[in-house]
């Protein structure tokens, strides 16, 4: 690679059509959105938002999804135009689109890298064949397509890299990259505040759908340790917020709403509070908070869903219980909670695990290697070399 290559940032396009990292309101998917954009930059690449069109379509509305695409390649036609009017140097040299899948797929992407001759990449794409048919018919073959386009694939749990690996087309790459923090983003997680009585600590948004189910599990399990010492701080707001604050409503001022808290200096301090985040995860893809927790000690009782293994450590940094099972969640609760040591050591193994494993430099390190390997001179197609 020559000098000029490691001086000059190339461009490149960046899109989120399930959540724009400019979004209003806070989600794990605008905060990884926002990450990728900023590893990126450490790799040694200039990230550009190129468009903020959401395709979300929550309800399979297929009238909805057609006019999603064509918005999609409406805006793709802009952008072909945008950007062949620029100078070659200025032109994105690839495509990166983040999380495809049927519900929110990529029709912009494919368009333009195709146009511009650049590749297209996706990170975090996952494939569910059992949507072919049905209300997400449309965005399923939009998302399969888009996903088999794309030259490489950076994947972030193993429970999508299964799916991926056995639909990979023959010139794709598959690429592991862990979901990972920015610890620089927050306040130095120095001495942890000591309490007599256990803090326990939550933080999700209280919407319908898997929120709320998790909230409920949660609620139940609670019920079933109620005669051990323990207090509960739970971060979060929403519309199913009243229905939620009336399950915890038993527990009295054992447990404390703190509403959406999104100053991360506020966040900080309820994370060092805190002796186990506790988190039932029913659906989660992996969860961003399970992350932050950890970065400041804490350990971790989540339900094993999705690709929530990808960011905890079973009996490393903290424990995973069958998915959707209260009662087992309130054992794994109980258990630690009667055994301080191992919940300590826990604490202090995932903030290891975080600070050393998951960390901004090394996502960098696996994107500035596996995107220029599709910037080799002879493929370089429009980047400045």
Known sequence: MSAKEHSVKKPIAFYAPLKSPNHPLPSGDRTMARLLMKALERAGFAPQLA????????????????????????????????????????????????????????????????????????????????????????????????????????????????????????????????PFIDAEEWPQPLSRHASKTPHLLTVAMMREGDKLASYRILANALERIADLPWSFDIVGDGEARPEIERSFAPFKDRVHFHGQIESRTDLANLYRSADLFVWPAVNEAYGMVLLEAQLFGCAIIAGNFGGVASVVKHEETGLLTFPGDAPAFADGMRNLLEHTERLRALGQNAQRFVSEERNLDGAAMRLRKGLYSLLRPEGARSCAS
């Open 51 to 178: 468009s903020e069109l959401r395709t979300l379509d929550k309800i399979g509305d297929r009238q909805f999804q057609e006019s999603l695409k064509l918005q999609s390649l409406t805006e793709a036609s802009r952008l072909i135009a945008h950007y062949s009017a620029l100078r070659q140097e200025e032109r994105p040299c690839l495509w990166f689109t983040y999380h495809v899948y049927y519900k929110a797929p990529d029709w912009i992407g494919p368009q333009v890298s195709k146009a511009l001759n650049i590749p297209y990449v996706i990170t975090e794409g996952s494939r569910a064949s059992k949507r072919a048919d049905g209300p997400w018919a449309l965005g399923h073959e939009a998302a399969e397509a888009a996903l088999d386009q794309a030259e490489a694939l950076f994947v972030m749990t193993m429970k999508d890299r299964v799916a991926l690996e056995r639909a990979r087309p023959s010139h794709q790459t598959l690429i592991d990259l862990p």
